[in-house]
């Protein structure tokens, strides 16, 4: 069974960084495309951000050129990179296979307030 657990969650002031980690059982996060999602309060999960398996990624409108998906075949992880955080960006964030996905992991939550 996959397991994806995500970690590197945190409350951060508006402008700072953190990093998130996800760890996938088996080779899944090798041998597949890789995303990273979140879901707000009161709003639909999103995708913010995904990375092939050739290290090709795509970011969301709203992250680009503040977050930096990389992944680490050799580990099994997956990491989000995200700086320049604001507010908008408080959510549980997630990874997952994509565009199909697996069973969801815990997520981690990222809080962004003063």
């Known amino acids: 069974q996959v397991q994806l657990v995500e970690s590197g969650g945190g409350l951060v002031q508006p402008g700072g960084s953190l990093r998130l980690s996800c760890a996938a059982s088996g080779r899944i996060s090798s041998i597949y495309a890789m995303g990273w999602y979140r879901q707000a309060p009161g709003k639909q999960r999103e995708l913010v951000a995904r990375i092939t398996t050739g290290g090709s990624t795509n970011y969301a409108s709203s992250v680009k050129g503040r977050f930096t998906i990389s992944r680490d075949n050799a580990k099994n992880t997956v990491y989000l990179q995200m700086n320049s955080l604001r507010p908008e960006d408080t959510a549980v964030y997630y990874c997952?296979?994509?565009?199909?996905?697996?069973?969801w992991g815990q997520g981690t939550q990222v809080t962004v307030s003063s």
């Open positions: 997952n296979k994509y565009p199909s996905v697996v069973s």
